[in-house]
């Protein structure tokens, strides 16, 4: 039997799971549901459970297994502490010391966005860069930087944190995390949301997006596409704002590639247009060749990037 590692992404829904050979060839994925009660008690041991039922099912044992990949959505050190999921109900605790109750094989754990973008860099929009930058523009701005070839994770694995990079003075609405002026409330789906009502409520410039139930980033690059002069506006206001943001990121990491993904950018490379265009005002020189381009491992990305962290992990040990 050929060596299997197995990735697992934990999302406050469910539980995503792929086992791959050593060499990153996704053999078989599938889901469990995440049970958050109880403090998310269940949730590493229905991940052990339903692994271990992969693996009787498959014949596969444990000297057959490399290791277990986790990405969790929260801070995690480097020696793979869980530094408080709060969507999970979990506190501070050693991810490896508590899943070796249940499944004796290595454990490596990550942050989900940086595990998303180690996933993206190694068989995704990345792929044969050692220095990416990857950003996911959903209902918040994630993030994760790769740096030679390895996470960027910082001392308490906050690292890659581009959302809350600090923007506009004068902002007065609170982000999710309790400060103003953040890059996601203006570079995220819901952000983009934001802008176009803001734009709307200026004046009555008339726009196809003018009384529009429910306002979302779909909508506006919709009507980008359509010639929607006002449209554009909000458009040329979100790539300003996260061209910006990017530049000032690329300016301490120097990185080779952008890859987009998350929700927006389903809306293709007009999203990529009007971040480049507006990077280059801002970014220092050294960056300005830096490339962009659309995401393609879409939700599988945190299962690629976890059993990276596996590899990754057993070529350093």
């Given at each position: ?122 068989k995704g929009g990345g792929k044969g860069c050692r220095n990416v930058v990857v950003v996911t523009l959903g209902t918040g701005v994630g993030g994760g930087i790769i740096v030679n070839g390895k996470i960027l994770s910082g001392h308490m694995g906050a690292g890659g944190e581009i959302g809350h ?146 590899l990754d992990g057993v070529a350093a040990s």
């Amino acid at each position: 039997m050929s060596e299997r590692v197995f990735g697992v992404d934990i999302g406050g829904t469910t539980v995503k799971m792929g086992m791959f050979t050593r060499q990153g060839d996704l053999m078989e994925k599938w889901e469990i549901p995440t049970r958050t009660e109880d403090k998310g008690k269940n949730i590493l041991p229905d991940i052990a459970s339903s692994i271990k039922e992969k693996m009787e099912k498959d014949g596969i044992s444990t000297l057959d297994v490399v290791g277990i990949g986790i990405s969790v959505p929260g801070p995690v050190d480097d020696s793979g502490t869980v530094h408080r999921c709060v969507n999970l109900g979990w506190d501070v605790f050693d991810i490896d010391e508590e899943m070796k109750k249940y499944i004796d094989v290595p454990v490596f754990a990550g942050n989900d966005a940086n595990a998303a973008a180690l996933g993206e860099a190694w068989k995704g929009g990345g792929k044969g860069c050692r220095n990416v930058v990857v950003v996911t523009l959903g209902t918040g701005v994630g993030g994760g930087i790769i740096v030679n070839g390895k996470i960027l994770s910082g001392h308490m694995g906050a690292g890659g944190e581009i959302g809350h990079i600090h923007i506009d003075d004068s902002e007065t609405e609170k982000c999710g995390c309790g400060n103003c002026g953040c890059l996601e409330q203006y570079a995220s789906a819901t952000g983009i949301a934001r802008l176009a009502n803001r734009r709307l409520a200026k004046d009555d410039t008339p726009s196809s997006i003018r009384g529009v139930q429910h306002m979302n980033a779909k909508v506006v690059f919709d009507a980008v596409k359509a010639g929607d002069a006002l449209a554009k506006e909000v458009a040329e206001q979100f790539g300003d704002i996260l061209g910006k943001g990017l530049a000032n990121v690329a300016d301490v990491t120097n990185p080779e590639m952008f890859v987009i993904g998350g929700g927006v950018s389903k809306a293709g490379q007009v999203v990529i247009d009007y971040i480049q265009k507006n990077y280059v005002k801002y970014v220092f020189h050294g960056s300005r060749d830096s490339k962009f381009t659309l995401a393609t491992l879409g939700n599988d990305a945190g299962i690629f990037g976890s059993a990276k962290l596996v590899l990754d992990g057993v070529a350093a040990s």
